[in-house]
């Protein structure tokens, strides 16, 4: 079943054309990655597709309902949530509330406690951090409350924006398995914008090569780990 | 120390109803990033609608307790319900406009307010009538403090312990200071944004009309121009406390409401709305950000 499609989709900012007739589809239960270098239009992917920019052209679906002109926080209540680049954690706001946020659409108010007991198992750390800022926690603190945050308004479609940003190499594999396991336990599809195309390609399923704001290539993340173009232009072989 | 003693509760007793418009100013700054130049009117839209309603049912002789009950809770209904026009009317159509066209637009709405005041009501000096009733143990220290400041401390304190809970331990107030942080991303965990500034301007307008009661009260006396000195001197209070921040405002506002009771009692009483300019004068040029606030850098 179709999760998400991207159908000819242009977004401009002011003039300058940032996307330009991108495709993308993603079926249900998959983890798709998009890679390409900076400033090639992966982060706008990821807004349109949220509503925080909406494209000029195109249409976005998602479970086959056409989202293209709702607001953020619609968007969010239908099941797509995002881990921004940067994290962009609430720096003055605790764990906990951060976390609170999260879950700020969620009407089961009852069940959000044991989401939150869930989190703190998968993440010892943020737990042992629950009352402190958000702003005072490390890099892969800051990653792993963005994930959680995100993981507490139980989306259907987890949208990750550079995760491995700025993260030494031990977190970022720790990260990158939490991925994996989010998408292997909870059935939550995944897509994934990266610039470490090596990690992002071997847990992925298939991948999108975004270049100046268009689509190269798609194929199984297989063939793109084998593909020449790819392997010169973004895994540095 | 007596006549010093004096002057700092009077301070006080100023400074927290300064804190009280102050409030409003901070808070929509923290929100929208906006100086809600119209902030003043509103607050004396507040006291007119609570002359009006009083001075209707002091005449029909009803007991001066449900007279201060009803016209309290007339002026902050009003003025929440003008706040929220307001915002809607000449705020949000500028969304994702410059910063300095919403404060153009906010000086004007200030403009029409105090104007449509003008030429509805009068421009005359009319006089308050306190509503606020006498407590007869404050006798043997009225030298320091008599009813009318009591009861505006008592009422700040409750306002603002209010307002803390509020913004602390409610999903609203958590979201209201998520927005503040980080908009965007407030948006991306699905906070709707148009709802949390409607929220911000019903609270700030409420605080501000209570401020009106409280403060005409004390003064004895309304006029439709009040509402541009007191929300000028807020808006030092606001600034020298750090904008944006709640804790900076409050602390802001005794440091004005002391600087104007002290100077006009020990150099002289002429110089009394000066104090709020030259502290003015003096956070920007040496700390811009206030006492409490921070420097609008991020970690990456």
């Known amino acids: 079943m179709s999760m998400l499609k991207l159908e000819n989709v242009e977004t401009f900012y002011g003039n ?181 195309a090596n990690m992002a390609l071997k847990i992925a399923h298939r991948g999108y090569v975004l270049q100046n704001g268009v689509i190269k290539i798609h194929d199984t993340a297989k063939n793109l780990l084998a593909n020449e173009e790819v392997r010169k232009a973004y895994l540095g072989v | 120390m007596d006549y010093f003693l004096k002057l700092l509760l009077s301070g006080t007793a100023k400074g927290s109803i300064y804190a009280l418009i102050a409030l409003g100013y901070t808070m929509v700054y923290g929100i929208i990033k906006l100086i809600n130049f119209a902030h003043g009117e509103i607050y004396m839209i507040g006291a007119f609608v609570a002359l009006l309603v009083g001075g209707t049912l002091q005449s029909a002789g009803v007991n001066p307790a449900v007279i201060l009950v009803v016209s309290t809770l007339a002026a902050v209904f009003f003025a929440a319900a003008y706040g929220l026009t307001m915002e809607k009317i000449a705020y949000k159509p500028l969304r994702t406009a410059p910063r300095l066209s919403v404060l153009i637009s906010a000086i004007g709405m200030s403009m029409f307010l105090q104007n449509l005041v003008l030429l509805s009501q009068t421009e005359k000096y009319l006089s308050f009538p306190s509503f606020l009733p006498e407590f007869l143990f404050l006798k043997p220290i009225r030298g320091y403090i008599n009813s009318t400041q009591f009861i505006i401390l008592i009422i700040t304190s409750i306002v603002m312990v209010l307002l803390t809970l509020l913004i602390k331990f409610t999903l609203i107030g958590k979201a209201m200071r998520a927005t503040s942080q980080d908009r965007e991303m407030a948006q991306l965990v699905g906070i709707n944004i148009n709802s949390v500034i409607t929220v911000t301007f019903i609270i700030g307008s409420a605080t501000a009309a209570i401020g009106g009661i409280l403060i005409c009260s004390y003064m004895g006396q309304i006029n439709y121009y009040i509402g541009f000195i007191a929300g000028i001197k807020a808006f030092v209070a606001a600034v020298l406390g750090g904008i944006g921040s709640i804790p900076g405002a409050v602390l802001g506002s005794f440091v004005l409401g002391w600087t104007e009771s002290l100077g006009t009692g020990y150099i002289s009483s002429d110089y009394e709305d000066s104090f709020a300019f030259i502290i003015l004068i003096l956070i920007l040029t040496v700390k811009p950000s206030g006492i409490l606030g921070r420097k609008e850098n991020q970690k990456v």
């Open chain 1, 16 to 196: 300058i054309k940032a996307l330009n007739s991108v495709n993308i589809a993603i079926d249900e239960g998959e983890i798709i990655t998009l890679i390409g270098a900076n400033g090639a239009g992966k982060s706008t992917t990821l807004m349109s597709v949220c509503g925080i920019v909406h494209p000029k052209r195109g249409h976005v679906y998602f479970q086959d309902q056409d989202i293209t002109h709702y607001e953020p926080e619609k968007i969010v209540s239908l099941g797509i949530s995002q881990v921004p680049e940067g994290r962009r954690i609430f720096p003055q706001l605790t764990v906990l509330e951060n976390l609170d946020m999260g879950a700020f659409l969620r009407k089961d108010k009852k069940n959000i406690k044991n989401d939150f007991d869930e989190i703190f198992t998968l993440f010892p750390r943020l737990a042992e951090r629950r009352t402190q800022q958000g702003g005072t926690l490390s890099g892969g603190e800051q990653q792993m409350l963005a994930i959680s945050r995100a993981l507490v308004a139980k989306p259907k479609l987890l949208l990750l924006d550079e995760p491995s940003l700025g993260l030494a190499p031990i977190i970022v594999h720790q990260i990158f398995e939490i991925i994996a396991r989010i998408n292997r336990d909870n059935g939550t599809t995944i897509f994934l914008v990266e610039q470490n």
